[in-house]
């Protein structure tokens, strides 16, 4: 059977044909580099915590973990709000790892300056998201190597980065960046890759029930976005609420 890409029915048969070839699912604290049957499987949660958890129940039902890498300064979600704690207790309550996404973009740029910003999201992702796994940069073509980010050259204690040296020059890496497989569909090209340890980065946002355009999916996005800031102006403000029911009603 043929599946459309960037379905949830597309992902099930990615997972299950990585299951099928041997591969163990790590994190990235786990990878050994004198093996070839280790995955590290990441996802970036640029847009929604709802996708991610889509995408974590899915593969809770494959019996795989991986890690989810969290934005704290992204302007479409709060990772401490009520609603993505509890998103997030979810993905952890199935097995499954968090790490931070660290976007350069909200950072200063004086070194000094960046190194006391990342000490403090280091601090807060802990209180905020739990134990990290690991962390990695948003956008890392957009934003170049950003040597302040390395480990190496923090002044202060950090989980596995997932954009050092070591995953770079042992893991193939491959992402559904921009929805779309750079080299080819993933799931066909795992033949060809079945003798080496994988690093799978995925966006959550991408993946769907049904085979839709990009843009259709971020169409989706959008309005459920201005469903829940409406949501969140009825449980707020009794003026706007008593408006929408009576509009409801007329």
């Not at 974590?56 to 401490?80: F, M, Q, R």
Request: with cysteine; proline share 6%.
């Amino acid at each position: 059977m043929v599946y459309p890409p960037f379905t949830y029915a597309y992902y099930r048969a990615l997972l299950e044909a990585l299951i099928h070839y041997g591969y163990h699912f790590v994190s990235f604290g786990e990878v050994d580099v004198e093996r070839n049957d280790q995955v590290v499987l990441r996802h970036d949660v640029d847009l929604s915590l709802e996708a991610a958890c889509a995408l974590a129940e899915i593969e809770a039902e494959c019996d795989v973990h991986s890690v989810y890498h969290v934005l704290l300064t992204a302007d479409v979600y709060n990772p401490a709000s009520r609603r993505s704690q509890a998103l997030l207790a979810r993905i952890r309550a199935l097995g499954h790892r968090i790490g931070l996404h660290i976007d350069p973009a909200a950072l200063p740029k004086d070194p000094v300056a960046m190194q006391e910003r990342l000490a403090h999201l280091f601090h807060y992702a802990n209180e905020i998201l739990g134990p990290l796994d690991s962390y990695s940069m948003h956008r890392p073509v957009a934003n170049g190597e950003m040597e302040y980010l390395k480990p190496q050259r923090l002044p202060f204690p950090t989980p596995p980065y997932a954009d050092d040296d070591r995953y770079r020059n042992h893991l193939v890496y491959r992402s559904d960046s921009r929805r779309e497989w750079r080299h080819g569909d993933l799931l066909t090209e795992l033949k060809t890759l079945r003798s080496y340890s994988l690093h799978i980065n995925l966006h959550p946002i991408w993946w769907t029930e049904q085979a839709v355009s990009r843009e259709e999916v971020l169409k989706q996005f959008l309005f459920s976005q201005h469903i829940a800031a409406e949501q969140y102006l009825c449980d707020n403000l009794s003026f706007y609420r008593a408006a929408i029911v009576a509009q409801a009603g007329s």
